[in-house]
């Protein structure tokens, strides 16, 4: 994986404060850089230290023998041109950077039990015509269950996408767009399993609906809030999943050049240890190195359970923070295999995203659901000729992969990507004789190089939840300290910790008074 991090330095100098910054950001996840270039772009001081070498977090990228990884998911929501919700496109726009991207035609090719292997097409009537052409029956509760999607999404598609936690915005969008608004606020605590039972009631296709939540929510309808669905599944037809070009990576190193080009500053290898605090506020962070900065503002975009028990004393958490502990828990992370294999193991007209499960009972058992992307398919670049990158992953918890030597650690990985290779043979036969390269990551590799708490992939409900209205927005107990990213309203996703990112720059800009 990625080159080892360096290590803290033992004798760090006394704490020497720098010059001080209207915003601090602790990492340079999507949403990190969001609030950073927002806030630049606002004419504010901002400094982003990201403990890796290269920005991006979970949406970055390594290089292998020829090959350029993303480190995460490939499937990308943001991009699209119109409306409001194409989030990344906007942050860029924002600090004067693009990307150029190429459309995936089908967001997802599912291969589930019982032969439901359908394609989740870009073009909506299509999607609908396939899936109804297994559940002939449940026709009219399709089209209604996916078109209330619409009805969500369509309600944010209408409006400037900013803090709810700033009442002039609120009373502004209100009288814009009530109606909207409304929407919005019937769906704030709705989930999608409910709203799907309203009109579905054939099993097999709830457990697909299931499934179509799982994938991105890692967990089933029941506990996927409804706003978040609106987003996904009528996005994916109408901004779609495009692909930036040089991969994943590029988009955080493009945001990087946007932040730099408005005045903002990053620093890698600059590991936040504290975050500062004086009667009570945060007034400024101390990196392993031991020097200090001093800010008006402070983000982190660690993750909650990395800010409040560990960049804040554990004994002093807040009791707000205590209580969305016990709403939400870490999800598992992912066992992943960064694969490159001869192209002609992939018959012509493969797609790029692919999801297997062959036992629905084993929807969200570790190594039960398999997640596969090909981004060579949308930019050859990233592999040498004649060669494809497949990425494999499949959810493994940290505790499976503790307290073992190293010999046993290797053997352990070996042995899981030899049993998800040879599940694999099923889509793409050949895989295992095509191979020529494979690196393998558990969650201890995502603890270690993403820096999240027992490398999960985020929070998710510990039982089912009134949608979104638990997630905390980005103000925090503290005062002065503020949270971004995907333990935020509205959770995982690029396009969601985008959000997070926009609207906790604009609750900072109004509090500095920018
Ligand atoms: N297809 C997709 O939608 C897709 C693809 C990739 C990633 N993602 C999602 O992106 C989301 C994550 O984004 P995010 O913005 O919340 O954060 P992130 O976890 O990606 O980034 C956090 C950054 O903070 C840095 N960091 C952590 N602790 C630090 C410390 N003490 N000092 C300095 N730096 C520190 C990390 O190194 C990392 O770069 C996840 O939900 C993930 O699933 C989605
Ligand atoms: C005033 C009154 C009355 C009221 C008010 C109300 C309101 C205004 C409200 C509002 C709200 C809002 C704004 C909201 C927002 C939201 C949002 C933005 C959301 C978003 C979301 C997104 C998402 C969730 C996304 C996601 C994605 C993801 C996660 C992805 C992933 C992927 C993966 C993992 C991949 C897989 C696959 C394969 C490979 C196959």
């Known amino acids: 994986m990625p ?52 920005p991006g977090g979970s949406a970055g990228y390594f290089e292998r023998e020829g090959y350029r990884f993303d480190v995460g998911a490939s499937m990308i929501f943001g991009f699209g041109t119109q409306g409001t919700t194409n989030l990344l496109t906007k942050a860029l726009a924002a600090v004067d950077v693009s990307l150029e991207t190429t459309p995936d035609p089908v967001q997802v090719q599912y291969h589930l039990p019982k032969g439901l292997d359908l394609k989740v097409h870009r073009n909506y009537e299509k999607f609908l015509q396939e899936l109804t052409a297994y559940f002939p029956h449940e026709r009219q509760g399709i089209r209604k269950f996916y078109n209330e999607c619409w009805k969500v999404f369509n309600c944010l598609n209408s409006m400037d996408l900013l803090s709810l936690e700033e009442p002039r915005y609120l009373t502004r969008v209100f009288f814009q767009h009530p109606l909207s608004c409304l929407g919005l606020a019937k769906y704030l605590p709705q989930n999608v399993g409910d709203v799907a039972r309203r009109y579905i009631k054939d099993p097999q296709l709830l457990q697909f609906i299931d ?22 599944f009528s996005d994916r037809h109408y901004g779609g999943i495009n692909y930036p070009k040089g991969g994943v990576g590029q988009i955080a190193l493009k945001l990087v050049e946007g932040l730099e080009k408005a005045g903002g500053k990053i620093q890698y290898e600059a590991r936040v240890t504290n975050i500062l605090t004086e009667n009570g506020r945060a007034v400024g962070v101390q990196l392993a190195s031991g020097e200090v900065y001093r800010a008006k503002r402070v983000v982190s975009n660690a993750t909650r359970w990395d800010t409040f028990e560990k960049l804040l004393p554990a004994e002093k958490m807040p009791p707000s923070e205590q209580k969305w502990q016990q709403r939400y828990q870490k999800s598992p992370g992912f066992l992943n295999l960064h694969l490159g294999v001869k192209a002609d193991v992939l018959a012509p007209g493969t797609e790029c995203h692919h999801v297997l499960l062959e036992d629905w009972s084993k929807m969200e058992a570790a190594e039960g659901t398999i997640f596969v992307s090909i981004p060579t398919l949308l930019d050859s670049q990233l592999a040498p000729d004649g060669y494809h990158i497949v990425h494999t992953f499949t959810p493994s918890w940290i505790e499976d992969w503790q307290g073992l030597s190293p010999t046993q650690y290797e053997q352990k990985k070996e042995d899981a990507a030899g049993r998800l290779i040879d599940r694999l043979e099923k889509i793409f036969p050949g895989l295992d004789a095509g191979l020529d390269y494979m690196e393998v990551g558990t969650p201890r590799t995502h603890r270690r190089f993403l820096g999240r708490d027992d490398g999960t992939y985020g929070p998710i409900p510990q039982r089912k939840l009134l949608g979104l209205l638990g997630m905390p927005f980005n103000r925090t107990a503290v005062p002065g300290l503020y949270c971004v990213g995907d333990s935020t309203f509205p959770g995982q996703g690029l396009n969601a910790v985008a959000f997070s990112g926009f609207a906790c720059a604009h609750r900072i ?3 500095l008074g920018l």
């Open 509 to 511: 800009a109004v509090d």
């Open 3 to 54: 080159a080892v991090l360096p290590a803290a330095n033992p004798h760090p100098s006394p704490l020497t404060p720098h010059s001080s910054f209207d915003a601090i950001i602790i990492g340079s996840g999507i949403g990190g850089l969001v609030t950073a270039t927002q806030l630049a772009a606002k004419g504010a001081k901002v400094l982003v230290l990201e403990r890796y070498l290269i």
């Open 211 to 232: 499934m179509e939540c799982y994938i991105w929510s890692v967990v089933p309808a029941d506990m996927t809030p409804m706003i978040n669905a609106g987003m996904v």
